[in-house]
């Protein structure tokens, strides 16, 4: 006979509670959105990572084409500013790997690198560029 789980009078006249299953459910809910919740943690955190890179990458490639949009600056003039600075920006959340310069009527910066990562095997690649007009007397 099935009898609701509220209250069931014990032997002594002293009402008490039975068990219900409502409880176990508990370590159920638990299992599944402890790791739901931390998932969405770590996807913050890295999204916050990869912006953290490509701020300090696009910076740096407007650092680079800018030093090297003035008159008489050269490509190692623009390539060496966007190094520095990329360096100086990262704080040790983006490492730069690779500084590519051209200089024409345009002064073009692509600064290339990579940011560090929560997740292991999952690298973040940055590759940011900024292009300004190269000063010219007229």
């Known amino acids: 006979m099935n009898r609701p789980a509220a209250l069931v ?8 509670r039975l068990r219900d299953e409502r409880g176990a459910a508990g370590p159920v809910t638990a299992a599944i959105v402890v790791p739901s919740l931390l998932f969405v943690i770590v996807a913050a955190i890295q999204i916050g990572l990869w912006y953290i890179a490509r ?34 920006a990262g704080h040790n959340l ?13 002064s073009t910066v692509t ?13 973040i690649t940055v590759n940011q560029s900024a292009t300004l007009p190269v000063e010219r007397v007229s």
């Not at 730069?96 to 345009?106: A, I, M, N």
């Open 94 to 106: 983006f490492t730069v790997s690779d500084v590519d310069c051209s200089r024409g009527l345009q």
């Open 55 to 88: 701020s300090a990458a696009i910076t740096a490639a407007e650092e680079g084409a800018r030093v090297m949009a003035g008159q008489h600056a050269t490509q190692a003039d623009g390539c060496s500013a966007a190094r520095d600075f990329a360096t100086r």
């Open 9 to 16: 009078t014990a032997v002594g006249g002293a009402p008490r």
């Open 111 to 123: 600064v290339t690198g990579r940011g560090i990562s929560m997740v292991p095997g999952v690298p």
